[in-house]
């Protein structure tokens, strides 16, 4: 069961934990008491930047308030289940994490969908579906955004010092400010506001090869 993997490995490799729980959400557990075993481990980790034990969630189990006796059962026996086989492969256990994560999150958002559809969604209308889905659809444990001004320095270098072909203006003023003109290849924009809503101007259009 990929949720018993998932929360053994929340509890048993420290790399694993850090690589996956920022794209975990307690709503892609399906079954109520992983999900409240997920968000206690989630907020362990939080709090005191480490993995809780088994004992510490029994712990956290038995100061419950919430659950019934057939609940508390039902959690302790689960959490006594949780074994980490440190021969588990970390790459394979974080992909099918990932995979989890992703037919989750569609699910719910076509779930949501329909519900707003229906008119049983009052927070949301018809407009936020096309978002919904995206968001789901964008779901990925991919950590390479941005830059990293360590690791990264020589790319950065180069980057900043890489000659690009560009196309020039017919105005030496834009030459100046874009150093040359426009990178081939790429997408731009000038945006300029009008003295006055009545101002006529003129576009000039050109289309260059690259």
Not at 90 to 116: H, M, P
């Amino acid at each position: 069961m990929i949720e018993n993997a998932i929360l053994s490995g929340l509890i048993g490799n420290e790399d694993y934990t850090r690589r996956v729980i920022p794209f975990v959400k307690p709503e892609y557990f399906d079954d109520l008491n992983y999900r409240m075993l997920f968000s206690d481990i989630h907020l362990y980790v939080e709090k005191y930047n480490g993995l809780p034990t088994k004992e510490a969630l029994r712990i956290t189990t038995d100061d419950r308030k919430d659950i019934n006796d057939e609940q508390h059962k039902t959690l302790t026996n689960i959490i006594n289940s949780l074994e980490y086989d440190s021969k588990t492969d970390q790459d394979w256990l974080a992909d099918q994490t990932e995979k989890f994560c992703q037919d989750k999150a569609i699910y719910n958002a076509v779930r949501k969908s329909i519900l707003v559809l229906d008119g049983q969604e009052k927070e949301l209308d018809k407009g936020s579906i096309p978002q919904l889905l995206s968001d789901a659809l964008g779901v990925s444990f991919d950590g390479h955004i941005g830059h990293d001004f360590l690791d990264m320095g020589d790319s950065r270098f180069e980057y900043y010092h890489t000659n690009e072909d560009k196309v020039p203006f017919d105005l030496d003023f834009f030459n100046r400010i874009t150093k040359g003109g426009l990178s081939r290849k790429s997408l731009s924009i000038a945006l300029a506001g009008c003295v006055h809503p009545e101002t006529m101007i003129s576009v000039r259009t050109r289309a260059v090869s690259s």
